[in-house]
């Protein structure tokens, strides 16, 4: 269990750079008019939600609980199956609330590194 939270936390991860330059590529007009403004963390699990998706896979879940437990019944498995399913819920909350802190973060840093490209240049050009 813990190995597949790591393995979903770093795609989260993954997705958070992703849209993260997606954004800037977005915003670009914003940023260098000066008037981006980071969107909060709520607006950022809005935004993951939409455009990165990591369902509950029931099927496979069934499989594993069948499995490794071989005499359970169907009540037993459905009850697992339930189980899994609120602690998966619960960590994609937890770890979208992760994955929008990050992406702000990145968002951020791509901004700043933006912005100090567009003064170097400025300096060097103007």
């Not at 699990?45 to 496979?60: A, Q, R, S, V, W």
């Not at 879940?61 to 071989?70: A, D, E, F, G, Q």
């Not at 005499?71 to 992760?98: C, H, I, P, T």
Request: overall charge positive; charged content about 35%; hydrophobic content about 40%.
């Amino acid at each position: 269990m813990k190995r597949l939270r790591k393995e979903r936390t770093q795609l989260y991860m993954t997705d958070a750079k992703k849209c993260a330059r997606h954004i800037v590529r977005e915003s670009l007009g914003e940023i260098l008019a000066g008037t981006y403004h980071v969107p909060s963390p709520d607006e950022m699990i809005e935004t993951l939600k939409k455009g990165f998706e990591h369902p509950f896979d029931e099927y496979m879940v069934r499989r594993r609980i069948i499995k490794s437990h071989l005499g359970w019944s169907e009540d037993q498995v459905k009850a697992e199956m339930e189980a899994q399913k609120r602690r998966f819920e619960n960590e994609l909350v937890v770890n979208l609330r992760v994955a929008a802190i990050n992406t702000i973060e990145e968002v951020e840093n791509l901004v700043a590194s933006l912005n100090q490209a567009i003064k170097k240049w400025k300096i060097e050009n103007l």
